[in-house]
């Protein structure tokens, strides 16, 4: 079972980036999803969620407005659409997936950094 995330990278503050999280050796449409990121020096948070039939979304705060989450379970594959980044946002995200309904995030990948300078 495996999670492996992608799209990460340096931008300017107000740039946009997507990130991928492709799982392979299990069945994706039975686990909800999320984001979570972790900047240097703090814990890690939670991004945003989303339900596995991709009707439900849910939003940190700080990223409601700006981020989307979605999913393409015909391609066992989650995305997280970043616009209006700022230098805040500058973390390793991963992305995680929870059986559907348990909030509990059991499978993890291994992250990719987006760094945003000002």
């Known amino acids: 079972v495996q999670l492996q995330a992608s799209g990460g990278g340096l931008v300017q503050a107000g740039a946009s980036l997507k990130l991928s999280c492709a799982a392979s050796g299990l069945t994706f449409s039975p686990y909800d999803m999320g984001w979570f990121r972790q900047a240097p020096g703090k814990e890690r948070e939670f991004v945003a969620h989303?339900?596995?039939?991709?009707?439900?979304?849910y939003y940190a705060d700080s990223v409601k407005g700006r981020f989307t989450i979605s999913r393409d379970n015909a391609k066992n594959t989650v995305y997280l659409q970043m616009n209006n980044l700022k230098p805040e946002d500058t973390a390793v995200y991963y992305c995680?997936?929870?059986?559907?309904?348990?909030?509990?995030?059991?499978?993890w990948g291994q992250g990719t950094l987006v760094t945003v300078s000002s």
């Open positions: 989303i339900h596995w039939g991709g009707g439900s979304t």
């Open positions: 995680a997936a929870s059986p559907a309904g348990t909030a509990s995030y059991s499978i």
